[in-house]
């Protein structure tokens, strides 16, 4: 099928990129303001904040993930064969990560006997039981993949800067506004 975007990213992509990117610095400026989470801790503040913006990349990350599958861009060509296959596994790493921490925060938030709601719009259905287990341990594994996505944030800009400074090739410009 000629479903490839063969010149490149095309606005949604882009747009929903760095839509992602806005929604996940706020998240984690919400994440590490906010009060941890705890039997005492209320729904409310920054707490709800938490969850309104996670319910919001989960939409975005959706939507993205779908419009990623249905126009697939092919990787530079001049790349090595290295770069290939490891920005392959960093980017489809990126979006796994943003789509787990999402749903697990979900499943955590409803352990706690919460509903996750998108700014008061739309109530999500619960995912988890309210006291299970494994609800909670959802939250541990979530405040785990914190830092592992951050890592790989870390090692996704730290190759933009690479490209952009060092190689001084297409890749950056191909995630920018234009051609
Ligand atoms: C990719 C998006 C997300 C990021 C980057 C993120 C980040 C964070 C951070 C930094 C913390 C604090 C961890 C700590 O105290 O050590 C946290 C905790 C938490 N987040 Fe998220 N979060 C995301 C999505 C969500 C979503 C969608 C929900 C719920 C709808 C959610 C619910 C929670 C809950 C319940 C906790 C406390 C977990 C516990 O201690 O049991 N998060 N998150
Ligand atoms: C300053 C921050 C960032 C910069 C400069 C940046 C830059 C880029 C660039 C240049 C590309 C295109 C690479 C190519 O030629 O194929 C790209 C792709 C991508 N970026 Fe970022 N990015 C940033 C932040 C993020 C964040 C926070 C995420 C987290 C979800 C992310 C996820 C992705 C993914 C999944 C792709 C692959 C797109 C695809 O082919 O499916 N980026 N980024």
Known sequence: MALTEASGYGAVAKILH?????LLAVQYAIG????????ETLDEGWVSWHFSVGAAILLFIVIRLGWRLLHPVPQLETLAPWEKLLSGI???????LVLAMTILGWAATNSRGWDVKLFGL?????????????GHECG????ILVYVLFGFIVLHVTAALYHYFV???RVVARMLPGR
């Open 18 to 22: 760095w839509l992602i990117f806005i």
């Open 32 to 39: 590490s303001i906010m009060p941890h989470i705890g039997r």
């Open 90 to 96: 960093t980017h489809w790493a990126l979006y796994l």
């Open 122 to 134: 739309v109530t999500l259905p619960p995912l988890a039981p309210k006291g299970s287990k494994w």
């Open 140 to 143: 541990d594994i979530h405040n």
């Open 167 to 169: 190689k001084h090739d």
